[in-house]
Each structure stands twice: as C-alpha cells, then as structure tokens.
C-alpha cells in the first residue's frame, strides 16, 4: 500500500531519499506556535489516528494538510493559536501504544483526547510531556522503545515489551543538550521496518541486534550520528 511519510525538513537526505523512494514525503516546515528548536518536528505538529483522521497543531504548513487530505485522512486542526511553550507545546506530542495513549494528561489536546476517549483508547498519565518523542512504538512487537523511566515504570503496569535503554547515546537536537531517542525513528509496520535519522547500528548495537533477530527491517543513515527530528510518521494512504 502507498505510504505518507511526514517528517521535519531537517531529516538527513540520505533518508529523504530513501523514503521518497518508498512512498510520498510530506516535509513539515517551521510552525510558529512552537519553540524553535521542535518547530518542524512531526511529533509535535502531528498525531495520526486510526485509519481517518489527523489531528495537526493550529500553524502547519497548508502543504503538509493538503497532503494528509490527498491520504484520505480528515484534518482536524487545533483550537490554540498562537505560541506556545512547554508544556503546553506538546499537546498533540503523545504516545500511541495499540488501545492506549501516555501522555501528560493535563496537555492533552482536547480534540484529541475526546477522539481517543470516543473510541475507546485509555489513557495513561505520565510526567513526561515529549511522551511521542521519549518513545516509540513497535506494533509487531508490542513493544515500546525508551529512555524515560516514568514510561518504562507505566508501561510494565499494562504488560506492554519495553526496551529500556539505561544509557541513552548522545543524540543530536540543536538548541538542547541532547534530544530523544524515539525522535530519531519511525516505525512502519505496513513494511514492518523501522527508520532511523542516523546510524543505530552504532549508537545502540543492542537495540540495532534485538530488532534485526526479532524479524524487524532497520533502515538507518550510516556514518551520521542520531539527530532528534521529531520522529517520522509512516501513514498508509486510504484506498
């Protein structure tokens, strides 16, 4: 099946090419709502869920809604206008893990939270406002990729895999000291392969070992360091 990937403008082009080689790229430019630093990264302008909509921070690129539409994907847009900063920043900056969301509840979206509430996704409170970006999720696994310790402790509660990483790498993101881990990645599971902004291989031979003899396809930019791009969005088009 075709497939939207949306990631920052920042992404390295040798991934770029990759992906555009593989499906549409849709590349999320600076949102004036949002600190600089985190102001093109897709896990805080975008949350796609389920098969029919995506919920986008009020500033994104009119070009990155027309291409989620072009998905067959509804649009729904963000009440709050205007900047904003943490943690009010990371409203739309959740963690989708099957039928359930962490996220600091407090700063949820709430179109966003009333959609997953509607459909029956439960929520999971946790300290950690980058819930999207702290983390990422591995469908065929059921598994859950992370640094953070406040996700790891919520997510052993509901009997989710975790890959705890007890000693993140540097990771690139200028403006911070460093970035997050599931900001450099991206997880398809229509291709069951998992993309990574920089060299994983390297940073975290475990990792890189644990998913290649789970059956996981790692694609990954040689010879680059891990960059936080705000993670990537893999989203099959609706036939």
Known sequence: MPILFAASKLIYPELLEILNARGKVTLLEENPCLPR???THADMQTCPCGKDKVFVKG???EQSVIDFEEAGRMTVVSRVIGKETYPECCSHNILLCGNYYFHNLKHTDPDLQDYL???GYIGIDVRQGYSGCSALYVDDLDLII???EGIRKASSKHSFNCFFIEKPPSILLPGY???FIGG???YSKTEKT???NGCLSEALPELYIFLREAG???VEVKDRPLFDIGGIKCIVYNQ
Do not use: F, Q, R, W
């Open 216 to 218: 996981i396809n790692v």
């Open 59 to 61: 500033g994104i690129s």
């Open 184 to 186: 450099c990645l991206g």
């Open 177 to 179: 000291d460093s970035g």
């Open 37 to 39: 630093p985190e102001s």
């Open 117 to 119: 509430d509607s459909k």
């Open 146 to 148: 992370t640094a953070d």
């Open 194 to 196: 998992l993309y990574a």
